[in-house]
């Protein structure tokens, strides 16, 4: 195996084949080194699980090929419904040579890293890189969750805020826009703000310039230190994970934000109607009430 071997993502092992000391580069997995912030050719290899969204999809392309030697290999693939029966077409369009496969529904390609590619390379990072966006006023990168528009269950989340203070922390806070409405109330004394997309965290770190605010990068699936014994917890409830839709994440978050309040702090949430949280609210916290239910959005106050 080449000396310093580049991964993106968790393909599939009997897709591709990664070595053990593999460096990991996906910006979902906490901990993951940053693409974007590696040396300019100086990996041997890399193989890349391409992204669903396709100027997401073209940027790791882009700087993977940019991080890699000239003459390194390079495979990506993808499922074929999520983006792999593009992937051919995509590094054509860098001038290389590419040799495709597929493999249980996976488009699978390779090719290696070319001389002289350097200004589409850089023309494409640009175009999928972090960027002020004027529509929104705020800092934002294509594949973060509602990258380019207001989420429509976290706008309605805005809305019905109820008054909260003290110490509190933000469940899958994207790019902060939940978390600069909280953050209005001189009552609230910290906010958390959590994600497992480090390109959400890097950007809410632009959008949010206050001491109050402090920037968390992990899986909320997980245990964390710092979320213990607050006085709330507002989220928008995930229900996506990798573009697959999972109940069990935002079941997830349900039973983290039980475990991270204190004695009668409160949990705010909003979800999608069509999902069944109050069988896993019920349990966890003393009272349970129904805000408001619109436009296939309903809202939670849960109090522990």
């Known amino acids: 195996m080449p000396e310093s071997f580049g991964l993106y993502g968790a ?14 580069f996906s910006p979902l997995m906490p901990g993951a080194a940053a693409l974007d912030r590696q040396a300019a050719a100086s990996l041997d ?25 000239d003459g ?3 495979t990506a693939l993808a499922p074929n419904d999520r983006g792999g029966t593009r992937l051919r077409k995509e590094l054509e369009a860098f001038g290389l040579d590419v040799n495709e496969n597929s493999k249980r529904h996976h488009r699978i390609v390779t090719t290696t890293r070319a001389p002289g590619i350097g200004d589409i390379v850089a023309q494409v990072i640009e175009d999928g890189g972090p960027r002020f966006d004027d529509e929104i006023g705020l800092w934002t990168q294509p594949g973060v969750f509602s990258w380019d528009r207001l ?17 509190g922390a933000d469940f899958g806070c994207g790019i902060g826009i939940l978390a600069r409405a909280v953050l209005a109330s001189e009552t609230v004394t910290d906010l958390a703000l959590v994600d497992i997309d480090r390109r959400a965290i890097e950007c809410a770190e632009h959008n ?8 968390i990068w992990a899986d909320l699936r997980d245990p964390h230190p710092a979320l213990t014994n607050l006085d709330f917890v507002v989220m928008n409830a995930p229900f996506h994970d990798a573009g697959q839709e ?7 978050f349900v039973r983290r934000a ?13 979800a999608n109607r ?29 109090r522990k």
Do not use: N, W
Request: charge should be positive; hydrophobic fraction near 45%.
């Open 11 to 24: 393909p599939p092992a009997d897709l591709a084949d990664v070595p053990r000391d593999a460096i990991q």
């Open 45 to 69: 290899a890399m193989t890349l699980l391409a992204p669903p969204g396709t100027i997401e999809r073209r940027y790791a392309l882009a700087q993977a090929l940019r991080a890699l030697k």
């Open 72 to 74: 390194a290999p390079l």
């Open 151 to 167: 989420d429509p269950g976290t706008h309605m989340l805005i809305e019905h805020l109820p008054a909260l203070s003290g110490r």
């Open 208 to 215: 949010l310039d206050t001491p109050r605010a402090k920037f």
């Open 246 to 252: 999972d109940k069990g994440l935002a079941q997830a």
């Open 258 to 270: 039980a475990e991270s309040l204190r004695k009668g702090g409160v949990c705010v949430m909003v």
């Open 274 to 302: 069509h999902l069944p949280y109050e069988a896993v609210l019920k349990p966890l916290f003393k009272a349970v009430k129904p805000v408001i239910e619109q436009g296939g959005y309903k809202i939670y106050e849960a």
